[in-house]
């Protein structure tokens, strides 16, 4: 099994630069390791196989009962189990039985649009759904409006004994209402552990379970992430993909580039980039400081947002997202050999084309002078997606450190909560 690999010789950063706050690295590096005990979830990869345990026994028990499973969840409670379902599944997975052998289909309910949840409503057989209530604080408005009404509706159809058997939450073992409800109720529980903060979740019980319903290896995903780990604790950043992710984003911040754009070269990783955009949004944008992630595809985006970024504002760093071998591939027929303008093509594979089309990507971006880097997947599959994604968490925590902000609360998000209890009446607000 490969490692992922980063590249950041299109930066524009000069080793220069980076001896230049040596002293801010050897000190985020220093944190990290005296509050590693502060971020438990870094241990997620490595203290759970009673966990991994129990969630196989219940998906082996529940799993041939559903046809459907769906997530109510919002925010870190839904980013990461979309992005590793798009990234390791077909997109027509949903569609078709070939797709998804005897597992059931996903839905993850990551709003409130209640146009939406009456099309889903109408499409899933209630006696054949299990419904998986998602919050880390249990007090989430969208998600717990979500949960009244689906317990509402499974107990107007079944009595409350049975309709108990569709609804399993994952919350905090101890707070909020959502443990409460829970237990006093007798639905399933599964646990988010403390100092596990929403948009650093998705490697336990949040991103676990559906993973497991939907057939994928959750062994082989935290056997990536616990890989990375090791690689992630080197001190020296050269030989750290995350500390120098970040150095690098901290240097480009400081020359003014305030827009990130993660910009996958391959359908499954789409969705990665609502994933970071979340991680990177919410945990370094406070104080008056922070970066604005972006989202992009190639080669989609070539032909809508790329001129922009090679010949806009010098205000962005590109992180292109690529992967060396793909499912499956197809050649481009040798045909129209007497028209050269298209018949070059043919005989070139789709990897090719595509893969190539990056690189042309960055070579327009690199002439012009626009800050771009490289990751690259040798495969995807669980083992590399537990690696990136544990490798851009503690980017994250680390950029968060050079940056001396703290990167694990989300005041403003509390705020706009906090507005709507109001309006609402809830009781201390
Ligand atoms: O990362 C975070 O903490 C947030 O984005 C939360 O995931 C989001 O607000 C949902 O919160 P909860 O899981 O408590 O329902």
Redesign the pocket.
């Known amino acids: 099994m490969g490692n992922i690999k980063l590249n950041f010789d299109n930066m524009g950063i000069a080793n220069a630069q980076i001896a230049g706050i040596e002293d801010k690295i050897a000190a985020a590096t220093k944190a990290m390791d005296e509050k590693r005990h502060q971020m438990a979830w870094r241990d997620l990869p490595h203290n759970q196989t009673a966990v991994v345990e129990e969630i196989l026994a219940y998906v082996a028990e529940t799993s041939p009962k559903i046809t459907a499973l769906v997530v109510l ?7 990461g189990p979309i992005a590793l379902q798009q990234a390791l599944h077909s997109p027509f997975y949903n569609h078709h039985k070939q797709f998804r052998a005897n597992a059931p289909r996903l839905f993850v309910l990551d709003n409130i649009d209640p146009a939406t949840m009456a099309d889903l409503f109408a499409l899933v057989d209630l006696n054949a759904t299990l419904f998986s209530v ?7 408005s ?3 409006a979500q949960f009244m009404l689906v317990k509402d509706l499974l107990e107007q159809k079944m009595d409350k004994e049975k309709a108990k058997n569709h609804i399993v939450c994952t ?2 073992s101890q707070h ?1 209402n959502l443990i409460k409800i829970a237990k006093t109720e007798g639905y399933k529980t599964f646990h ?1 552990p403390v100092g596990v ?5 998705q490697l336990c019980p ?1 991103g676990l379970l559906p993973a497991a319903f939907t057939g994928l290896d959750i062994k082989a995903l935290l056997k990536g992430a616990a890989d990375m780990d090791k690689i992630c604790q080197n001190a020296d950043y050269m030989a750290n993909p995350a500390f120098a992710f970040a150095i690098y984003h901290y240097l480009a911040m400081e020359q003014g580039k305030n827009i990130t754009v993660m910009m996958p070269y391959v359908d499954r990783l789409k969705y990665m980039s609502d994933w970071f955009a ?2 990177w949004a ?2 370094l944008g406070k104080d008056g400081l922070g970066q604005t992630p972006a989202k992009a595809l190639g080669a989609t985006d070539q032909h809508s947002q790329v001129q922009l970024y090679v010949d806009g504002p010098r205000d962005k760093v590109v992180v292109f997202l690529g992967v060396e071998k793909f499912d499956a591939d197809i050649k481009i027929p040798k045909t129209f050999n007497d028209m050269p303008a298209i018949g070059f093509l043919g005989g070139h594979s789709f990897t090719e084309l595509l893969q190539v089309s990056q690189k042309s990507t960055e070579y327009a971006l690199t002439k012009a002078g626009c800050s771009n880097m490289t990751i690259t997947m040798p495969q995807i599959d669980e083992y590399a997606m537990g690696q990136l994604f544990y490798m851009l968490e503690v980017a994250t925590a680390f950029t968060g450190e050079l940056m001396g902000i703290n990167a694990f609360d ?1 005041p403003g ?1 509390e705020e706009g ?1 906090n507005a709507l209890y109001r309006h609402f009446g809830k009781p201390g607000f």
Not at 134 to 140: I, L, M, Q, Y
């Open positions: 969840g919002i925010g870190g409670s839904a980013l998602v919050s880390k604080s249990g007090a989430t969208e998600t717990m919350t905090d909020g988010i903060g929403g948009r650093f979740s949040v979340q991680l919410e945990s989300q998000v909560k």
